[in-house]
């Protein structure tokens, strides 16, 4: 049974930085893409950014682009979210998530809280 748990949130100034990580087990990956969501309070889940396994391609939300950065490390079968200057908008519940190339989200993590203070 695959799970996956992040770590590494916390509580940080608006301009700040924090790494999230997304440990996965108990399943084979290479044809998975990892992804990263956050729920802010009184929104909906949205989408941050995602890997393909393999490391080629990478996508991100238009909110986030040259402040956040994906990246993978198949021999620890880990994520990372590399977060820059924070913004208190960015204030969520950050969650990972997998699914196999073509499908859709099917397992995820028990999320991470970020706060950014202003």
């Known amino acids: 049974q695959v799970q996956l748990v992040e770590s590494g949130g916390g509580l940080v100034q608006a301009g700040g930085s924090l790494t999230l990580s997304c440990a996965a087990s108990g399943g084979l990956f290479s044809h998975h893409v990892m992804g990263w969501f956050r729920r802010a309070p009184g929104k909906e889940r949205e989408f941050v950014t995602a890997?393909?396994?393999?490391?080629?391609?990478?996508y991100y939300t238009d909110s986030v682009k040259e402040r956040f950065t994906i990246s993978r490390d198949i021999t620890k079968n880990t994520v990372y979210l590399q977060m820059n200057d924070l913004k208190p908008e960015d204030t969520a519940v950050y969650y990972c998530?997998?699914?196999?190339?073509?499908?859709?989200?099917?397992?995820w993590g028990q999320g991470t809280q970020v706060t950014v203070s202003s």
């Open positions: 890997i393909n396994w393999n490391g080629v391609g990478t």
């Open positions: 998530a997998i699914r196999e190339t073509g499908g859709e989200y099917d397992t």
